[in-house]
């Protein structure tokens, strides 16, 4: 684990060690979004692994719904099938989608249904947040996983009730927006950075031998298209999201205590501090004993409590110091050197941050 754990640590080092990113991989186009959609539909043909119409009323009204579009009159039918289920349908419209272009849709069920596998979505609507319809999804659903059950006992694996339809819906609708009017583009960085900004002004300046960039603050970077010399704002994103800029990473420290996962940045320091860690242990253990009276006897059985209690105290690692100025690299090192185990580590690299000895911002998960 220990040995593990260094390799991870040394990868991510060399991955933070001036490594240049394209600037299409740290910055959003103002402009160039996707939008989300969503469906309220009805998936059909599953095998008895549907919703149960007394326990939702709302599939049994989609279904009448339907078929009442189709012209088969079902007023005051009682409706009892097992192979139908209502879902929700979601997906993404992605930025520039074309009218009869194809999205990928994901199907999850919304009532009791066991199981979505095998089964159909009927032509469902798919909305955006002002209302409006964009695209119609239908397809078979590939549902993620697989339950079984018998009288006494059942297994499921993966997540039966939600499954995705690949390529499922149509573009019935185009995002209306002008992309070419643009006169400026701005930038937006994923997570913004004063340094950063400023390689990307930099960056983008010396490209075109002009200033045609500014940053404005550290998380936007305005690009003025007339300056670039280009015919249209597309071409200009086009020499622009290539280029390459090395961004600036924040000391951070994150750790996801349910796995035990550390990961450190490159620039973590840690100040002349000292360090020692044991554990201690209380083991309680009830051991009841029975008693009987001698044979033929007059009494009654009766049950004794017994209790064993002990404190154990492990020897720990002592006391260990780290010098100021101690690297990623050497806090690895002095930490599996002294046999501390990942969880072992998450609580000495608590403690450090809280003695103010930790110079990285800390992230617990």
Do not use: C
Request: charge should be negative; glycine fraction near 10%; charged fraction near 20%.
């Amino acid at each position: 684990m220990r040995f593990l754990l260094s390799l991870l640590f040394g990868f991510w080092a060399s991955l933070a060690m001036a490594t240049e990113v394209r600037i299409k991989d740290l910055v959003e186009f103002d402009g160039v979004r996707g939008n989300d959609l969503i469906g309220y539909g009805l998936v059909v043909g599953l095998n008895g692994s549907g919703d149960g119409i007394r326990n939702a009323p709302f599939t049994e009204d989609i279904m009448s719904n339907i078929l009442e579009r189709l012209g088969v009159n079902v007023t005051g039918e009682q409706f009892r099938p097992r192979n139908v289920a209502a879902v929700l349908v979601t997906a993404e419209l992605p930025p520039f989608a074309r009218a009869g272009g194809r999205i990928d849709v994901t199907v999850s069920a919304i009532g009791d249904a066991k199981s979505l596998l095998g089964g159909t979505l009927v032509m469902t609507p798919l909305n955006a947040a002002d209302g409006q319809i964009y695209a119609v999804g239908q397809g078979t659903v590939i549902a993620g996983g697989a339950s079984a059950e018998g009288d006494g006992a059942s297994v499921v694996q993966g997540v039966p009730t939600s499954g995705v339809i690949p390529a499922g819906a149509r573009v019935e609708r185009e995002v209306p927006f002008d992309f070419s009017s643009l006169n400026e583009i701005r930038m937006a960085l994923r997570s913004p950075d004063f340094t950063t900004a400023a390689r990307i002004e930099n960056t983008v300046n010396s490209a075109f031998g002009r200033r045609v960039a500014t940053m404005t603050d550290p998380g936007t970077v305005v690009v003025e298209v007339s300056a670039t010399g280009t015919t249209s704002p597309a071409h200009a994103l086009s020499a622009i999201e290539s280029l390459m800029v090395e961004p600036e990473q924040r000391a951070r420290v994150v750790v996801d205590q349910r796995s035990g996962t550390i990961v450190l940045g490159e620039d973590v320091r840690i100040s002349r501090v000292a360090v020692s860690q044991g554990n201690l242990t209380l083991r309680i253990e009830e051991v009841p004993v029975v008693v009987q009276p001698n044979p033929f006897a007059e009494g009654e059985t009766i049950i004794v409590p017994r209790t064993r209690a002990a404190i154990e105290e492990e020897p720990g690692i002592g006391m260990a110091e780290v010098p100021d100025g101690t690297t990623l690299s050497e806090v690895v090192a002095g930490l599996n050197a002294l046999g501390v185990s990942p969880r072992d580590m998450i609580d000495i690299l608590k403690t450090i941050k809280a003695a103010g000895a930790l110079h990285a911002e800390f992230i617990v998960r």
